[in-house]
């Protein structure tokens, strides 16, 4: 049984940091994509970051592409999002999610078989 477990959101100004956390169970990371969401009031899920385990491959939208980093502690089963340099635009909710398998071809919310609850981050300019 999969279970995904957000924490780590909260509310900052804009360029400042956070660190996401994903505790995740019942998934053997190197055979999983794993991947961070976000969704702000009126829009779409969109696929933030995403990586596999096999390859440790990461891939980011363009929004945040050197701004966040996507990983993961074995040890700890773990995913993280480190957010750096955030920005207004970057509030919303942020959501963990889990498929088995590699990432191709997952880039929408419908590609993902897990989610966890979500964590709301909040950038005040």
């Known amino acids: 049984q999969v279970q995904l477990v957000e924490s780590g959101g909260g509310s900052v100004q804009a360029g400042g940091s956070l660190r996401l956390s994903c505790a995740a169970s019942?998934?053997?990371?190197?055979?999983?994509?794993m991947a961070w969401f976000r969704q702000a009031p009126g829009k779409e899920r969109e696929r933030v970051a995403r990586?596999?385990?096999?390859?440790?491959?990461?891939r980011y939208i363009d929004s945040v592409e050197g701004r966040f980093t996507i990983s993961h502690d074995n040890a700890k089963n773990t995913l993280y999002l480190q957010m750096n340099s955030l920005k207004p635009e970057d509030t919303a909710m942020y959501y963990c999610?889990?498929?088995?398998?590699?990432?191709?071809?997952?880039?929408?919310?419908?590609?993902?078989?897990?989610w966890g609850q979500g964590t709301q981050v909040t950038v005040s300019s």
């Open positions: 990586i596999y385990g096999g390859s440790e491959i990461a």
């Open positions: 019942g998934v053997t990371y190197s055979r999983y994509c």
């Open positions: 999610a889990a498929a088995p398998g590699d990432c191709s071809g997952r880039l929408k919310a419908s590609g993902y078989n897990y």
